[in-house]
């Protein structure tokens, strides 16, 4: 009897790629994919984060890397058992390139390769320092003038950007800088996190009181270190400050903290980056090879200019900015906005005793939050999915398998299922006055996420103060312009106010380096984030992957590492990979470098 066992058939197709990929056959290995594939690489065949789409771009991919990338030893990992079901066969592999080792994702349809999934997972010879490789630590035995790890560290710190320069200079000591530099580390990549505020951490202290994770802990583990079995689902924004102010240290992370970034160039001859910052109120220049702009996902804060700010005479405020509710009881505060923070703010308002009211301008994604980790997450990020033997690495790898292009065919029946489960709640909402979507094509929080950043809230609560009117809503109607008094609506409406929150979002990434470098360099680069979905606020051409993320960008040795934590846990590892690569001279071939289709 034939074995048609889930096991065999990747077994069989990885053979057939394995062959074709190793002799250079190129035909063969591209007939071996459906006619509708993708494959996805981060970083082993491409050096850059790429997701070829149907057998032409495979083909071209193939024949303009293959005989730099000499891929082989491909074989099924029997850890992971393949599976079967809904006639999709997929299994877990490994392999090697002549420069690394690499793990992947394999679906068959019908046979043929349906969706491919490459990932570098270290460099040959540049293995990190764990597991039989792990350092000894304290050094056994005797010898005069021996140093202790504390001198050792000493001297490291006080050196480094002084009398030796690091390799890398990642601007941000957030949690995507952090995580960053956590993987050069153990990389043996010099590197300076440079960041303005006083401590790791500070980036969660300083916003509101009220603001805490929205995602659960499964989903918000750093590298390395593990949130603790007893840790919260929803860590309070403090919480995690402390935490990154922890792991900081204990991953001896080089944090230059209280430093300010004042001007970055760089020199084409050279190559390397000239940063000048201020330090100990004292002006210092490095010169890195490598400059990574952390500074946050969202970028620079979106102040809208509405007539009449000069005259009004409450405050005004970012939402970035908002302290939280302890100086507002018994005053009128409207709140211009309708996502996450402008929620988050208007509850904490209300629960101190403002008269808050809301400005929604344009429709919002609602998704409850238990809904949303029950239905959207918990097969992958939640107690049953470690329950069930999931891993966090593997988590990460399933969804990073499933390509763009159709993950929201995933997405929009586990939104259909919210929509159904919650009715009343959304039919309450709608009755206050809310106005709702579901994105573009109904595909919910995840994909607004990934095309634009914003245009959601995960409801913690907020939303019942507003169907039972605690915080008033006015919505369909944009600002006109302010008096001294008050925030005047287009449809003529009179919002008497104390304060305004600009709960307005966030421009793109490539304004820091507007900033810090250069327009042209921010030019040249382009807009950050987004997928070129051609839905609000993605504008095309589809480019398959984030916009300038995590990847090499038109401007040389300048990159740009943010998201939430999930993703600066996952795409540091590909971002460090590719930085130490260039630090040891390693030949670094990139296909299919993103071009630049729009300004920011």
Avoid at 75 to 91: F, K, L, M, V
Avoid at 517 to 523: K, L, M, P, Q, W
């Amino acid at each position: 009897m034939l074995d048609d066992s889930p096991g065999t058939k990747i077994d069989n197709a990885l053979a057939k790629l394995g062959k074709a990929l190793e002799t250079g056959d190129i035909d063969a290995a591209v007939n071996l994919f459906q006619a509708d594939c993708y494959w996805r690489d981060l970083v082993t065949f491409t050096w850059n984060l790429k997701t070829m789409e149907g057998r032409d771009q495979i083909r071209d991919m193939l024949t303009r890397q293959l005989g730099a990338i000499k891929p082989r030893h491909f074989h099924q990992d029997t850890g992971e058992p393949a599976s079967d079901g809904d006639g999709i066969t997929q299994g877990w592999f490994g392999f090697e390139t002549d420069v690394g080792h690499g793990y992947g994702h394999i679906r068959l349809k019908d046979g043929l390769v349906w969706t491919l999934l490459t990932t570098m997972t270290e460099l040959k010879g540049h293995e990190e320092p764990k597991g039989i490789r792990r350092p000894l630590g304290a050094e056994h035995g005797h010898g005069k003038a021996r140093r202790t790890w504390k001198e050792k560290r000493e001297q490291e710190t006080s050196e480094l950007g002084y009398g030796t320069q690091p390799n890398v200079v990642i601007i941000g000591g957030g949690q995507g800088g952090i995580a960053l530099g956590a993987r050069l580390r153990q990389l043996g990549v010099p590197t300076i996190i440079i960041e303005k505020n006083e401590r790791p951490g500070d980036s969660w202290r300083k916003r509101y009181k009220s603001l805490c994770l929205h995602d659960p802990v499964w989903y918000d583990h750093l590298p390395y270190i593990p949130f603790p079995e007893n840790w919260p689902v929803f860590a309070p924004k403090d919480k995690i400050g402390d935490w990154l102010e922890m792991y900081t240290k204990v991953m001896e992370l080089n944090y230059w903290s209280s430093t300010a970034c004042k001007s970055a160039s760089y020199d084409e001859t050279k190559k390397e980056w000239t940063v000048v910052v201020e330090r100990d109120g004292k002006e210092v220049v490095l010169r890195p090879q490598q400059l990574v702009l952390a500074t946050g996902m969202s970028g620079k804060a979106n102040i809208p200019k509405f007539p009449g700010q000069d005259v009004f005479k409450g405050e005004q405020q970012h939402s970035s900015q908002h302290p939280g509710p302890d100086a507002y009881k018994g005053k009128k505060v409207v709140v211009i906005g309708s996502n996450n923070s402008a929620h988050d703010i208007c509850a904490a308002l209300w629960e101190g005793g403002a008269d808050v009211t809301m400005v929604q301008r344009s429709s919002t994604h609602i998704v409850r939050s238990d809904t949303l980790m029950d239905v959207g997450l918990g097969d992958l990020y939640s107690e049953r999915a470690v329950a069930a033997g999931m891993t966090t690495r593997k988590a990460d790898l399933i969804f990073a398998s499933l390509p763009y292009r159709i993950m929201h065919e995933f997405q929009i029946p586990l939104y259909e299922k919210m929509r159904d489960r919650d009715a009343a709640f959304y039919d309450a909402l709608e009755k206050a006055g809310f106005m709702l979507d579901w994105g573009a094509d109904g595909s919910g929080l995840f994909m607004k996420y990934l095309r634009r950043g914003s245009g959601y809230y995960i409801d913690v609560g907020a939303c019942d103060l507003i169907i039972d009117g605690s915080i008033k809503l006015k919505s369909g109607s944009d600002v006109d312009h302010l008096t001294e008094d008050a925030v005047i609506l287009k449809d003529g409406t009179a919002l008497p106010a104390d304060l305004v929150v600009y709960a307005t979002g966030y421009g793109s990434m490539n304004g820091w380096a507007a900033d810090l470098i250069s327009r042209e360099v921010a030019d040249k680069v382009g807009k950050c984030w987004g997928l070129g979905s051609d839905t609000p606020k993605d504008p095309g051409p589809w480019e398959g992957e984030q916009r300038n993320m995590w990847k090499p960008t038109q401007q040389e040795a300048l990159w740009f590492h943010g998201g939430n934590l999930h993703q600066s846990r996952h795409y540091s590892q590909y971002l460090a990979l590719q930085l130490k690569a260039r630090k040891e001279g390693i030949a670094t071939p990139v296909y299919g470098l993103q071009e630049r289709h729009h300004l920011g």
